[in-house]
């Protein structure tokens, strides 16, 4: 049987329903699961972007011995991963530093292999202490030294060993709370546990070694940077939803103040400094992380010459035309 949908569809019985009071209109419509648009129990729309997350710091001094304590205590045969996650004191909240991006920090002892999975959330990993570590990305074993950023993107097979004698300590960065907002989480463990057929290499465009970052930051030094003296990005983006600039701060000279509708997670990978967010000084060192949300306003200022790496979701804010930035 065809039918005509061209055709207008036949009206639908709108006589009132017998409702006689505001009381009994609101208790008709909530009954089918529906609020009326003006007189909402929490606001749809706002003048500009909540400040529901706030501003953090994670020191990697207090982290690290709790960490080297859980080497003792957590092996890998009960960890998949042995790592801490930083979650945003923000009122309920349990998991992301941020709104879309977690940071973690991870430790591999010298022996341990973190088995190979893969996930729909795209990852990476800053280096900060350790040598003799390798990561599998895809078959392609890249080594981790300290400085160095590697990328592991979405669906990606990934796995980490440690054939040193040094802890190695990283952080990670993920994107988890965002496939968590739009649901779309796959995760996979390696059947067999790791990948076999593994080539050794360079790590390619997934890998960011700390001597280029160097090098590119010195090119561009004295340039005009907003919350930099020297800027330079890892990638273009690095991952479809996030993006990495690592940022060189001169001490004494005071970063100029912005503010952005992009989350930013800062990692101290040198030096010592003061990021002022929205009001509040937040004092830093190596290895600490820094939670700046959307539409703080923040500048930094380094004590000592410093480098920061920035991961933050401005490929996801510029993909929808929702990147704002602002001087204030
Ligand atoms: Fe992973």
Redesign the pocket.
């Given at each position: 049987m065809s039918t005509d949908l061209l055709a207008q569809p036949p009206l639908v019985d709108a006589n009132p329903a017998a409702i006689g009071s505001l009381d009994e209109l609101y208790k008709a419509f909530t009954a089918l699961n529906m609020e009326g648009g003006w007189h909402r129990i929490k606001p749809a729309l706002w003048r500009e972007p909540a400040k529901n997350f706030l501003p953090f710091r994670w020191k990697y001094s207090d982290v690290k011995p709790i960490l080297a304590a859980a080497g003792h205590l957590i092996g890998t045969d009960k960890a998949?991963?042995r790592n801490l996650t930083m979650f945003n004191p923000a009122e309920g909240n349990i998991y992301p530093t941020v709104n879309t991006i977690v940071a973690a920090y991870q430790m591999v002892k010298p022996g341990e292999i973190a088995r190979s999975?893969?996930?729909t959330?795209n990852?990476l990993r800053l280096i900060l202490e350790g040598r003799g570590t390798y990561t599998v990305v895809n078959g392609q074993r890249v080594e981790m030294r300290p400085g160095d950023v590697l990328l592991?993107p979405n669906w990606a097979w990934?796995s980490h060993e440690n054939v040193g004698q040094d802890e190695c300590y990283w952080m990670?960065f993920?994107d988890v709370p965002l496939v968590h907002l739009l649901e779309p989480m796959f995760y996979e463990p390696h059947a067999e546990g790791l990948e076999k057929d593994v080539v050794d290499s360079d790590g390619g465009p997934l890998a960011f070694r700390w001597e280029d970052t160097v090098k590119r930051l010195e090119a561009v030094h004295g340039q005009d940077f907003d919350d930099a003296h020297a800027s330079v990005q890892l990638g273009d983006p690095a991952l479809k939803t996030i993006r990495l600039d690592m940022q060189r701060l001169d001490a004494g000279k005071p970063t100029r103040t912005c503010r952005t509708t992009a989350n930013i997670v800062y990692a101290v990978v040198r030096g010592k400094g003061t990021t002022e967010v929205d009001g509040s000084a937040i004092g830093w060192s190596f290895g600490d992380t820094i939670a700046v949300p959307a539409w703080r306003p923040y500048r930094h200022v380094a004590v000592e010459d410093a480098v920061l790496l920035k991961v933050s979701d401005a490929p996801v804010m510029a993909a929808f035309d929702w990147l704002r930035a602002s001087a204030r």
């Open positions: 998949e991963r999975h893969r996930h959330a990852a592991t990934h990670d993920l």
